[in-house]
């Protein structure tokens, strides 16, 4: 057998479908499902703190499944898989992540379907436990403490001096963040640090002129 019969033969193999069983195929998919479920409560018990969408928490988890799906297609044909990277090479998507978390869940989610479709569970079951300890890690890590925003509407505009006074004798690290001048009015909002907040809000109210003073939290981000 000369070289050239060799070289087509081992070409013409690689187009040679690849038969998975029906068996392989349930026990992958089911296998992803639970991980997808996995990865729809983590996502639920980690966005408590912002604005839950419920929708996109289903989406990351579906995602796994079709992913892993896409996998197992890839894997039974090269003549296939060349056709799906073409056919998903025209997609696009144009939906924004607004927070960087979602982006790491949607890659966790794609990953998973990945190393599932490939016959690695175990492998996925290593990176998402370790996944979640990194996250549950993060979460209880004090890195630093978010700012309050104390909101101020005042009579005189020269009160703004007293104000500041007010903060200094209470050891507020402060950012003055707007000032609105009108006739007879004042109105500031004032980024505070202090761990005596009721303090604060009380002295500031004792100021004659103050006609309103709350401080309001908010999970912005945070600087050092």
């Not at 479908?17 to 729809?40: G, Q, R």
């Not at 056709?83 to 978390?101: E, H, N, Q, Y």
């Not at 609105?180 to 109210?205: H, N, Y």
Request: net charge positive.
């Amino acid at each position: 057998m000369s070289f050239s019969d060799i070289f087509k033969k081992s070409f013409l193999e690689g187009y040679i479908s690849t038969e998975i069983s029906p068996k392989t195929i349930a026990v992958t998919l089911a296998i992803t499902a639970l991980f997808a479920l996995y990865l729809f409560f983590v996502y639920r018990v980690f966005s408590r703190k912002t604005f839950y969408n419920k929708n996109f928490n289903m989406a990351i988890a579906l995602i796994a499944l079709i992913t892993a799906a896409i996998i197992m297609t890839i894997q039974s044909s090269i003549v296939v898989s060349l056709g799906m990277v073409g056919a998903l090479s025209i997609v696009r998507f144009r939906t924004a992540i607004k927070d960087p978390m979602d982006l790491v869940f949607l890659f966790w989610s794609i990953s998973i379907g990945i190393i599932c479709g490939a016959g690695l569970a175990g492998i996925a079951l290593v990176a998402s436990a370790i996944t979640t300890i990194m996250l549950i890690v993060f979460e209880m890590l004090p890195i630093a403490k978010s700012p309050m925003l104390l909101v101020l509407n005042a009579k005189d505009t020269a009160l703004e001096n007293k104000v500041e006074e007010v903060l200094k004798s209470t050891k507020t690290s402060y950012k003055v963040k707007s000032r609105t001048f009108e006739p007879d009015r004042l109105d500031m909002i004032v980024e505070v640090r202090t761990s005596e907040e009721a303090k604060l809000v009380s002295e500031i109210s004792k100021i004659e002129g103050i006609t309103r003073c709350s401080l309001v939290a908010h999970d912005g981000e945070v600087t050092l």
